[in-house]
């Protein structure tokens, strides 16, 4: 069984585990580095994991209960924008291939949905590399849709990112 939770201070070893797995596993869809986030201090993860349990951005883990062994097999994080709260960003989005096809991606998208929605959100945003063949039909599926912007991607001046966006239906913050 896949549960999908916020990363917490609990959780800081598991995300540092995942995602530095995600950057050596799929290079190419991170504006980040392997070489780069391997050198991160205990420190530096914790403050991470802080930036992603607040209030402006969070961050989600995917967990496999198969059996008696739980493994954290997918990641995805959200971030309000900052000039318009009105529209969040989809980041680090990752699934460990044995658990590709399997719907934990789609589970760890609507997590970020539903986070965004009882924040206000009306459009969701990501970027995805031109390159990353197997996410943008992924996206696509979900309801995502390219805009027509593009920026070079930064760790390879040949690959272009895209931007994809999502209108989601906006939901009143419950008090």
């Known amino acids: 069984m896949i549960l999908i939770k916020p990363i917490t201070s609990a959780d800081i070893a598991a995300f540092k585990a995942v995602r530095l797995r995600a950057l050596q596993e799929s290079p190419g869809a991170f504006g980040a580095t392997y070489a780069n986030e391997s050198q991160f201090t205990d420190e530096d993860w914790e403050k991470r994991t802080e930036r992603w349990s607040g209030g402006r951005g969070v961050g989600f883990l995917a967990w496999d209960h198969a059996g008696e062994e739980v493994t954290a097999c997918g990641i995805a994080g959200t971030f309000l924008d900052e000039r318009d709260p009105a529209h969040a960003t989809l980041i680090s989005m990752w699934t460990a291939p044995t658990h590709r096809r399997l719907g934990v991606g789609s589970l760890l998208v609507d997590a970020v949905i539903d986070w965004a929605r ?31 912007r593009t920026e070079p991607y930064p760790n390879d001046p040949n690959v272009i990112e895209y931007e994809m966006s999502m209108e989601i239906a906006r939901r009143p913050v419950s008090s």
């Open 118 to 148: 009882q924040r206000g959100v009306g459009t969701l945003l990501l970027m995805v590399t031109s390159n990353n063949q197997a996410a943008i039909p992924f996206y696509e599926r979900l309801g995502f849709a390219r805009t027509g």
